[in-house]
Structure formats: C-alpha cells, structure tokens
C-alpha cells in the first residue's frame, strides 16, 4: 500500500466536482466526487493506471454499467477536431498509459502526457476532459500528490501544439510546487 495522500489545506479535485454541479447538474457533481475518490483509493491501493482501471472510473463519472473503448471516429471542440480510430488504437493509448509509470521521467511532464494522451486518443464516447483529470490526479496521488487547484489545468489543448504540451508540464510543476509550498506552511 503506498503512503498517506498528502493534501493541503484545499482538495482542487473536490473543489472541481462540488462547483460543476450548479451549472452542469448536482448527480452529474456527485459522479465526478465518487469517480474521484476511486482514483485516490486506487493510487493509495498502488494500483497502476491501466485501461480498465479508467474505464471503470468513467462508468462511475458518466452513471453507466461499462465505459467501453470507442468504436468509431470522435469528434471534440464542436466537431473542430477529429480522432481516428485504427485497429491498433487502443494497443498504443495502453502503451501510453503505461509509459506514465516512467520514474526516470520527471513527474510534471509525466502527469502532462498522460492527461494530453487521454485528451488526444479520445477512448470514451463521452466524459474524456473528465477521463483526463481522473488520470492525472490518479498519478499524482501515486506521488502522495494531491494539487490545491485544478482549474489551470483545464483549458483547451490541441494535438498539433508541442509549445501547449511543454507549457501544460510547467503549470503541473507549478501547481505540484504550490502545493508542496501551502503543505509545508500549513504543517508549520
């Protein structure tokens, strides 16, 4: 079993669930809270992040018995952007999930790939922003990290923008070190 998750004196991951629900629905609110808490008490369990894993904490997120990988092309930002989907689709999105284990990796940019990864491979019919988050903080808290604010984290991104890549790992290293700064304040 890994180590206590270390949290500061605000949880980004509960605060981002507790406020989606006036504007997107109070059961949609409490899907998103339950998925979350899974993914903590996986990474406290060292269960690593595999496909099944986040398929089960997005039928949790979107109240549905299975969340299979897609079967067809996506489509996200209004139909601006296409996913194709090939036979070996899902072989390399589980390649890329797995690679998120890396430890000579630093975790920052670990944590970035892995949400662009979800974000890009787009595996779920529905609910993947959310599939993102789930799997970052899941990393995170394999780290004993759970990050204060979230909401820097959840502006759009776009597969063909290596600079938004580099800068999505400096706000996670920004927002690890921010926490690791309010924790050791708060402990003073």
Not at 107 to 130: E, M, Q
Not at 166 to 185: G, M, Q
Request: aromatic share 8%.
């Amino acid at each position: 079993m890994r180590g206590r998750l270390v949290r500061g004196s605000r949880d980004g991951s509960a605060d981002h669930a507790a406020a989606s629900g006036p504007t997107r629905g109070e059961d949609r609110a409490r899907r998103l809270g339950a998925a979350w808490q899974e993914a903590y008490a996986d990474a406290r369990a060292g269960r690593t992040l595999d496909f099944e894993r986040l398929a089960a904490w997005q039928s949790t997120v979107l109240g549905v018995p299975r969340a299979a990988f897609r079967t067809g092309t996506a489509y996200a930002k209004r139909g601006r952007e296409r996913y194709g989907l090939h036979a070996d689709t899902p072989q390399r999105f589980a390649s890329c999930l797995a690679q998120s284990c890396e430890p000579t990796v630093p975790l920052p940019a670990r944590a970035a790939r892995l949400y662009l990864d979800v974000c890009f491979f787009h595996p779920f019919d529905d609910g993947n922003a959310r599939a993102a988050l789930l799997a970052l903080g899941h990393l995170l808290a394999t780290e004993d990290v759970a990050l204060a604010w979230i909401a820097p984290l959840m502006v759009a991104r776009y597969a063909d923008d290596p600079e938004g890549a580099e800068e999505l790992a400096h706000v996670v290293h920004l927002l690890i070190t921010r926490h690791t700064r309010d924790d050791r304040k708060s402990s003073a």
